[in-house]
Every structure is written in structure tokens, then in C-alpha cells.
């Protein structure tokens, strides 16, 4: 589909977004002054969020699409409307069509434009791969209609889609079941992302991440025969001080000995969508040509059952020396992250450190699947990632990772445990882990469990991998300042 910034609609089929009690006629006239729509139709129209109708005139199309309240916007009010146009579009016979922007949304026409082209590219993504009868939509063009076009406008627009793009290739990645996304496919995408971008990438096998002493993400690994990858990313300027993103990229998460029920086991087969977020987040970097020095981590491997599999009982040695006791197999996420944090600390002395994990299910009992659960050791960049996720409709909400609960992973035989108490704060417990191996580097902690797919359409995306966060990211990414 192709998107592309003009100063007048260029097709007979016009979406118009309209906000709930303003007067629909008003828009449509300071288009063509000599509009009218059927009187009815706009009468019978229930303006909520995302509400669309479609009327006709003598000559042309015209989708109605609401708002909502004009007191009630946001930038994920704008998410949703064009998620919402993006279904209804697939069902009409049209191959173009001309969405106006109103000139009266409250938000900054760049930053409006960039959110178009990053939601309309997100929304009309179909992970179709598997399928023969590919439902392709017919529509190949949509102008977005605004009333200064510039070349700011037009850069904001090639940006949003830019991301977009990159977002849904971290998405087909994550889409991509365990037998086809296995550790080593991971690494493949990494090394190609890297040849095309001209950025650097390292992937360590078996024989390197026992030389890096890395035996937690060694213990979970044994249990499969697919041999396990530690993906390290670079790019950018080497003499700044680093970001490391560090992602969880677990292709496939059966517990191992402390088993998963069955029901939805199916579901862990996007167990690594963190670590696609962070493939995303390279690319877009990219792309985007940011002036910033940027590490990325992955490792990668399966967590199953054989007669090797690490055990309850277990005690394993982190690469830093750190002594852990194994009390539930399941809780591997925050091994491998213990080992990926220790390995960038050691190589890279990196300024901050984000890592995105889908750690625990007890976030999705905390926050829902609409919040990522925000864990950070410091407060300096919490405003900057506040207002990204304002910007590009990537929710987080804050939880502690408060000193007094330290004991909850203090184990009788080793240092530490991989679980907390049971039934208290687990989303905390995964978070108090990481800590223990992120010291006193600047942290943030993202539990995407909740938000990093979805089964059931949400109001903003389909279903499948979302890939959250990585248009928030490089939104804070780009923003942030970080100097020698
Ligand atoms: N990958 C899971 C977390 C998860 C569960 C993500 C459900 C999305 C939906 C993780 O490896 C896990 O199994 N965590 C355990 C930790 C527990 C054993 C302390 C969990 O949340 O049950
Ligand atoms: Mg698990
Ligand atoms: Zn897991």
C-alpha cells in the first residue's frame, strides 16, 4: 500500500474523522463548498471512537469516521480510529481513497502526520505466511489530505512508515512459530539486518557462551537440542557512551520440568517477542540514521524437557560468579537476562540498559493487557519515556522494585532464587532478579507479557505480535541526550 502527503483529496472516496457533537457538514465543506451529505446519515451517525459509515453523494464515497469526544483525545484515540478504518477499508471495493486530516486535533501536524503513517502501516500488516488463501486488500493508495504541506510534513510521514515498517518485521519475526523462529533463525535475521544496515553483529554458539561462563542461560538451554545463540548488536558512534537494549528470546517456553499446563502453551511460542523488539528497534535506528551508540543483546533459546533438563533443586553459576537456585524451570526469562546483563556490563559499560522481557505472568494479573509493567533504578529517564509513550500509544504503568522485598529471592543454598514468595508481587520478583545483576547501571525494566501480543483484536491492532515499544523507543531514543 502507498501512502502519500498531499494538499487536496486525489480520490472520490474521502474518509473524514469527525469529533462527536461538532458538525460534520463544516468538514466536508472546507473541502468542496458545495457538499452536502444526506441529512439522515449524519443524523443517525453515533459518533463513538472508532465508529465508522459510509454515505454517498452524486459522485463520491465517504467514510465518516468518529472520534469521540474532542475533550477525550489523545494520541491513542487516533491509534484506534485508524485501526478501526483499516478493517472497514478491507472490505471495500476501492483502490484508493483520500483521509483528511482536520486541521482542529489538538496535537502537532508533524507529530500527527508520523503517528498516521506509523499507525495506518502497523494497522494493514496480515501475517498471512501460512496461509494459501491470502485475503490481499484491493486498496493500493491513500493520500493523506493536509491543509500545509511541507517538506517537514512529508519527512514525518516517511518517518512513521519507516517505523512502521520495522515494527511489522519484528512482528512476522515473533509470528513465526518455535519451529520455524528457532534460536538460530533469530540469529540469521540478526546477521542480515546487520549486512544490510552496515551496523555489527556478533552471534556467540554453544562452545562461546560456555567460554563466557554463561551457565544460566547454558542451564536452560540443556533441556533442547536446538543449540542456543547469544545475539550481540551494534551501531553507531563507539566512542559515545552505549544504550544497551537487551531483549528475552525465548522461541519457545514450555516451562520445562515445572511444566506449563497445556492450554494456551501454544502461546509461548512468543516468548521472544522481546527480543524482536529489539531486531525492530535496530532497524528503525537504522534507517532513521540516529546519532546514537547503541548495543543490543539477545540471547536465544528453547526451554524444554529431556533427560538433561536443568531440575527444581538445580543450582546454577552466572557468568558474573552469582550462585542461583533453580526452585521452578519456568522462571527462565530472567536467567538468560542475568547472563545477557553480566555480558553487557563486562564487554560494553553501557550508560543505561533497557530490557524487554515477556518475564511474568503475574504482570497480566497486576496491569491487564493494555499496560507494560515499568520497573527502572533511576527516575532520570522517566519523564522522557513518559512522554514517547504518550506520543506513539504505547502504555506503560510504574511498579516498585522496593528494597523489602530483596528477601523474597534470598535462597538457603545459593545466593539467589529464581522466584519470589509465593503469591506475592511476581512481576516484582522478576524484576528483584535482574537487579541483583544490573547493580548500579541506570536500568529500565519492561514486562511486555501482557502487551507484546494479543489473541483477540485490541482496539489499536490485530491480532498476533504487536511489537510494543518499539515505536516508543526510538521516539525516546532519538530524544534522549547523552554525552561523554
Ligand atoms: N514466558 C513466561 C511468562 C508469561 C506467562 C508470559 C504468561 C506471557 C503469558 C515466563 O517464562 C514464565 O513462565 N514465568 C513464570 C514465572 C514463575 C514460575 C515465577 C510465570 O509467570 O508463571
Ligand atoms: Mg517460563
Ligand atoms: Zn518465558
Redesign the pocket.
Known amino acids: 500500500m502507498n501512502l502519500a502527503l498531499s494538499s487536496k483529496p486525489q480520490s472520490k472516496f474521502l474518509i473524514i474523522p469527525v469529533f462527536a457533537k461538532e458538525k460534520i457538514p463544516a468538514v466536508v465543506r472546507a473541502i468542496d463548498k458545495n457538499l452536502q451529505l444526506p441529512a439522515l446519515a449524519i443524523a443517525d451517525f453515533k459518533n463513538k471512537l472508532g465508529a465508522a459509515q459510509i454515505v454517498y453523494t452524486q459522485d463520491l464515497r465517504i467514510m465518516i469516521l468518529g472520534l469521540g469526544e474532542r475533550k477525550n483525545f489523545t494520541p491513542a484515540s487516533w491509534r484506534s480510529a485508524i485501526f478501526s478504518l483499516s478493517s472497514r477499508l478491507q472490505g471495500v471495493e476501492a483502490d484508493s481513497c483520500s483521509l483528511i486530516i482536520p486541521s482542529s486535533i489538538p496535537e502537532r501536524p508533524d507529530a500527527l502526520v508520523e503517528l498516521t503513517g506509523f499507525a495506518l502501516t502497523h494497522s494493514s500488516y496480515q501475517f498471512n505466511e501460512y496461509k494459501k488463501d491470502k485475503k490481499l486488500s484491493k486498496l493500493g493508495q491513500i493520500d493523506i489530505v493536509v491543509k500545509n504541506k511541507s517538506k517537514k510534513l512529508e519527512k514525518a510521514l516517511t518517518n512513521g512508515i519507516t517505523i512502521g515498517l520495522a515494527a511489522n518485521e519484528s512482528r512476522s519475526l515473533a509470528n513465526h512459530p518455535g519451529n520455524h523462529a528457532t534460536p538460530t533463525t533469530l540469529a540469521n535475521h540478526a546477521l542480515a539486518l546487520a549486512k544490510k544496515y552496515k551496523f555489527s553483529c556478533t552471534v556467540l554458539e554453544p562452545k562461546e557462551i560456555e567460554k563466557e561462563k554463561m551457565g544460566l542461560l547454558m542451564g536452560v538451554s540443556r533441556g533442547s537440542d536446538e543449540p542456543s545463540r547469544f545475539i550481540v548488536l551494534e551501531y553507531g558512534p563507539k566512542k559515545k557512551p552505549a544504550v544497551a537494549l537487551v531483549g528475552k528470546g525465548?522461541t519457545f517456553?514450555s516451562?520445562g520440568i515445572?511444566i506449563?499446563p497445556s492450554e494456551r502453551m501454544e502461546?509461548?511460542k512468543y516468548?521472544m517477542c522481546g527480543g524482536a523488539d529489539v531486531l525492530g528497534i535496530f532497524q528503525a535506528a537504522a534507517e532513521l540514521n540516529l546519532p546514537i551508540h547503541l548495543v543490543g543483546i539477545i540471547p536465544s533459546t528453547e526451554?524444554l524437557i529431556s533427560g538433561k533438563a536443568t531440575k527444581p533443586g538445580d543450582i546454577l553459576v552466572s557468568k558474573s560468579g552469582v550462585t542461583v537456585e533453580i526452585i521452578?524451570t519456568?522462571?527462565?526469562?530472567r536467567l538468560i537476562l542475568g547472563d545477557a546483563i553480566d555480558y553487557v556490563k563486562a564487554h560494553f559499560d553501557p550508560r543505561l540498559i533497557i530490557d524487554y522481557a515477556?518475564?511474568?505472568?503475574?504482570v497480566?494479573v497486576a496491569l491487564g493487557d493494555e499496560y507494560t509493567g515499568f520497573f527502572s533504578n533511576t527516575k532520570k529517564y522517566d519523564r522522557l519515556f513518559a512522554q514517547a509513550s504518550t506520543r506513539t500509544a504505547e502504555k506503560f504503568w510504574p511498579l516498585p522494585l522496593p528494597v523489602e522485598y530483596e528477601d523474597h529471592i534470598k535462597s538457603s543454598v545459593a545466593e539467589i532464587r529464581n522466584?519470589?514468595e509465593r503469591g506475592l508481587a511476581?512481576a516484582t520478583?522478576?524484576g528483584m532478579f535482574l537487579k541483583h545483576f544490573v547493580g548500579e547501571t541506570d536500568w529500565i525494566h519492561l514486562d511486555i507479557?501482557g502487551t507484546a501480543w494479543t489473541m483477540r483484536p485490541k482496539s489499536y491492532t490485530g491480532i498476533g505480535a504487536t511489537a510494543w515499544g518499539v515505536y516508543l523507543t526510538v521516539d525516546f531514543l532519538r530524544n534522549l541526550k547523552i554525552t561523554n
Request: no cysteine; proline share 0%; hydrophobic share 35%.
Open positions: 525465548l517456553d516451562g515445572s506449563k502461546e509461548m516468548d526451554n521452578n519456568d522462571a527462565e526469562g515477556t518475564l511474568t505472568g503475574a497480566l522466584v519470589g511476581g520478583a522478576g507479557a
